[in-house]
């Protein structure tokens, strides 16, 4: 029904930027909060940004001032610009979108498949 396809990852070195971006499709009537979580080797998944429709925006402390969430929209696609990249940001990033088939249904929260962000000394 939705699917959220991911690109942007790759390697970089550390103090470097990268942009990630997700785009969704399918029978969506409109998406509520889009997301961006990480994981990396060992550790839990982590809520890195987060961005409603209404324009509130929510940051992991890890990464206020360096990570900045932004969404259009009209195209259904998130993005995450990481500037003053850190090894440590390193991880498996998941994009996610909470979409709503009908006026007034719930939500339901989909996933992308991953890609991965690798920060190199």
């Known amino acids: 029904q939705v699917q959220l396809v991911e690109s942007g990852g790759g390697l970089v070195q550390a103090g470097g930027s990268l942009r990630l971006s997700c785009a969704a499709s399918?029978?969506?009537?409109?998406?509520?909060?889009m997301g961006w979580y990480r994981q990396a080797p060992g550790k839990q998944r982590e809520l890195v940004a987060a961005a409603t429709s209404g324009g509130s925006r929510n940051y992991a402390d890890s990464v206020k001032g360096r990570f900045t969430i932004s969404r259009d929209n009209a195209k259904n696609t998130v993005y995450l610009q990481m500037n003053s990249l850190k090894p440590e940001d390193t991880a498996v990033y998941y994009c996610?979108?909470?979409?709503?088939?009908?006026?007034?249904?719930?939500?339901?929260?989909?996933w992308g498949q991953g890609t991965q962000v690798t920060v190199s000394l």
């Open positions: 996610n979108a909470d979409v709503a088939f009908k006026y007034s249904d719930p939500t339901f929260r989909y």
């Open positions: 399918g029978s969506i009537f409109s998406i509520n909060a």
